[in-house]
């Protein structure tokens, strides 16, 4: 996934972007003929890789849109940390992203 | 050997318990499903904070008024009130629950997330303050397009 995070003022704002189908359990049952083939992103967290500190922590459901993007801030970190990103889907898959937090 | 043994196992056991608590994350799919599967708003925010009577202040929620796409429709939610949970719901799509954030003591609540809606609906946005009362924020939006197909 995309991870872009910028410092300003001492709040840092990430915007992110993770690759997925995010199919609900009626798309799947329209398209394979069965619910149960629907699989969509299910929690995603963002952890400093300084001190390990969890900053988000989301669980979601199957309707946040295809490749969802989002954004969340947070503060408490310095220019240079990097934020580290992985979400876990309905069907165990997974995927991570980083981004090196940028600023003045 | 048996000293050996004992440090291993304290150690061990040390790094058992700090874990835990660095790691706060809560992931409300495990703890709560019923939430997820709840099909009105209301039984998704009971079966989520165990109450559906909010206090309908101090949550802010901007969305478009008509949105031309509902398969990314972008929303934004904010709160000035210390949160516990925060968590973002709709009765467009066939359940109700769209996510729920652990909010963490260096995060700020201020969110913006792209859903999808079937059709014209509202959005609801629930706080659970430190303080353990509820809190609500809603929007209603047109949506020309349906991105859920049905």
């Known amino acids: 996934m995309k991870v872009k995070a910028k410092l300003k003022n001492g709040v840092i704002s990430v915007k992110a972007m ?16 069965n619910r149960e083939n629907a699989n969509f992103i299910t929690h995603i967290t963002a952890t400093l890789k300084s001190s390990g500190e969890t900053v988000l922590d989301m669980s979601t459901s199957q309707f946040l849109s295809k490749n969802p993007i989002f954004k969340f801030k947070f503060k408490g970190a310095e220019k ?9 889907d309905r069907k165990g898959g997974t995927g991570k992203g980083k981004g090196k937090i940028k600023g003045k | 050997m048996q000293r050996r043994k004992f440090l291993s196992f304290t150690l061990g056991a040390v790094a058992l318990a700090v874990v835990p608590a660095s790691v706060r ?5 495990v703890t709560k499903p019923t939430v997820w599967t709840a099909h009105t708003v209301d ?10 009577e909010t206090i309908k202040d101090g949550v802010k929620v901007k969305t478009q008024d008509v949105a031309s796409n509902g398969g990314a429709i972008p929303i934004e939610f904010s709160t000035k009130i210390p949160a516990k949970t925060v968590a973002l719901f709709q009765d467009a799509n066939p359940e109700a629950a769209v ?4 909010v963490g003591k260096n995060d700020i609540t201020d969110y913006s997330v792209k859903i999808k809606m079937a059709k014209s609906g509202t959005v609801t946005v ?5 303080d353990g009362k509820l ?16």
Do not use: P
């Open chain 2, 99 to 102: 996510c729920a954030y652990s």
């Open chain 2, 126 to 130: 629930v706080v659970e303050g430190l």
């Open chain 2, 43 to 52: 039984d998704a925010i009971v079966a989520m904070f165990g109450s559906s």
């Open chain 1, 18 to 33: 993770a690759k997925h189908e995010m199919s609900t359990y009626n798309q799947a049952e329209k398209k394979t003929g």
């Open chain 2, 135 to 150: 809190y609500s924020g809603s929007k209603s939006l047109e949506v020309a397009l349906g991105g859920c197909e049905g």
């Open chain 2, 25 to 29: 994350a809560e992931n409300f799919r």
């Open chain 1, 80 to 88: 240079g940390d990097v934020v580290l990103m992985n979400w876990i």
